[in-house]
């Protein structure tokens, strides 16, 4: 292949496992209730399974991140992917709880090390002025994979039982594995043009990189509150507002996929459109939208009806707007040297503080109230997200005078 086929092809392989990735993450959202009535469960014994994955997840990511800073990192990717996948294909024989907590805890190993390097591997195959787009396509797979997940657990687990969309959805991410293997290596820098630096290029500087920071906590209060929302809100639907729990399912997937695919497209092409003005584009796209969610979260959460169902998908619309112009800020603000390394700080960074623990602190606050109560804390969250993101524009890396960053694909 071409340096340029290789890229795209490269592309197209790494949004299929991250579409894989995503929908068996959030398959478990779809079926928690008919898993919480055959093992007998607590909503907070419910919440704790992603908590679990998520913490696993984090703690995988930097061990990982060393080795694909310095060796292929496609192998490491496939590996990943294997892992993942046969754990998936583990709830055959998933009959309690703590089997099924381990199942995830094996998950999350596997898709941290998909993770931590897919991202770094793509920038290294488009220039900094392409990343909002491309990684847009990449990052289509959180809300399309979350919403696919809700839908085929919606109707597989209801028709042939909870464990029947787990074991379809594990066999699509062997065989994306296969083909990983298959792809060129890029070398690592090949298409950045910023300047390196100390706290740009070094483990010790990263510490002291700002503009790394501000993205980062920004993300990591805005992950608090997508996860939590994601995990709990068709149960919200089903039981605070009396819609049937496989309606909840069908309705929350559809919002999701629609306003995931229009708003991550949507926000990466309009980072990097104002990349051109202004070297904060991404941080100021994500900080907006991150504002103009909390009204429609407010709606979402306290109301009834048409204006619930209205803000919901705005509400997901703003959220999502900035998963690219997010992430594309978050690879800029490090050179390739220390790349999948930072994206693993930052992995554990945002989980930690994130959702981590909000599916289970929303479920405890349910158990001794209820899940409206239990949101407010995602309100909080997008608050404090909006205003870091807001300070953190003025750390924005500049490009280059007379950047040399054209169109194409960089080999």
């Not at 997840?57 to 930097?62: K, L, V």
């Not at 991202?119 to 787009?133: Q, S, T, V």
């Not at 904060?280 to 306290?302: E, H, R």
């Amino acid at each position: 292949m071409t340096d340029k086929t290789n890229a795209y092809v490269a592309l197209l392989l790494l949004t299929g496992l991250n579409f894989v990735n995503y929908i068996d993450r959030s398959i478990l959202f779809a079926v928690q209730e008919l898993v919480k009535a055959e093992f007998v469960l607590s909503d907070k014994q419910v919440g704790f399974l992603t908590s679990a994955f998520f913490a696993c997840y984090m703690i995988a990511a930097p061990l990982i991140a060393p080795l694909a800073d310095r060796y292929p990192r496609k192998w490491i990717m496939a590996a990943g992917a294997l892992v993942w996948s046969v754990a998936t294909l583990l709830s055959a024989v998933t009959h309690n709880y703590d089997e099924l907590l381990l199942r995830h805890l094996i998950v999350g190993i596997g898709e941290a090390t998909f993770v931590v390097i897919s991202p770094a591997f793509i920038a290294d195959l488009f220039p900094e002025n392409r990343r909002g787009r491309v990684l847009s396509i990449f990052y289509l797979a959180i809300p399309v994979g979350t919403a696919l997940g809700y839908l085929i657990g919606g109707y597989l687990g209801h028709r042939h039982g909870w464990r029947m969309p787990f074991l379809v959805c594990a066999i699509p991410g062997l065989v994306l594995a296969l083909g990983v293997c298959l792809l060129k290596e890029p070398k690592r820098g090949a298409s950045d043009h910023l300047a390196d630096s100390l706290e740009r290029g070094t483990v010790f500087g990263l510490f002291r990189n700002k503009a790394y920071w501000t993205v980062s906590l920004g993300m990591a209060m805005m992950t608090f509150a997508v996860g939590g929302l994601q995990v709990w809100m068709p149960t919200f639907l089903s039981r605070m507002r009396g819609v049937p729990l496989e309606h909840a399912n069908l309705l929350f997937g559809v919002m999701t996929l629609f306003s995931g695919i229009v708003a991550t497209l949507f926000g990466g092409w309009l980072g990097d459109r104002l990349l051109r003005r202004t070297p904060a584009a991404y941080q100021m796209v994500s900080a907006v939208g991150m504002a103009l969610s909390i009204p429609a979260m407010i709606v979402a959460i306290y109301f009834i009806g048409t204006p619930m169902y209205v803000a919901i998908l705005l509400g997901e619309f703003l959220l999502l707007l900035n998963t690219a112009p997010l992430n594309a800020a978050l690879i800029n603000s490090v050179s390739a040297r220390i790349r999948a390394t930072a994206i693993a700080v930052n992995l554990f960074t945002i989980h930690l503080l994130g959702d981590a623990f909000s599916p289970t602190l929303i479920g405890w606050i349910s158990d001794k109230t209820n899940l409206q109560v239990g949101f407010f804390s995602t309100i909080v969250a997008v608050v404090l997200s909006a205003a870091i993101l807001f300070y953190g524009m003025r750390f924005a890396p500049a490009l280059p005078e007379g950047d040399p960053m054209s169109e194409g694909v960089r080999a």
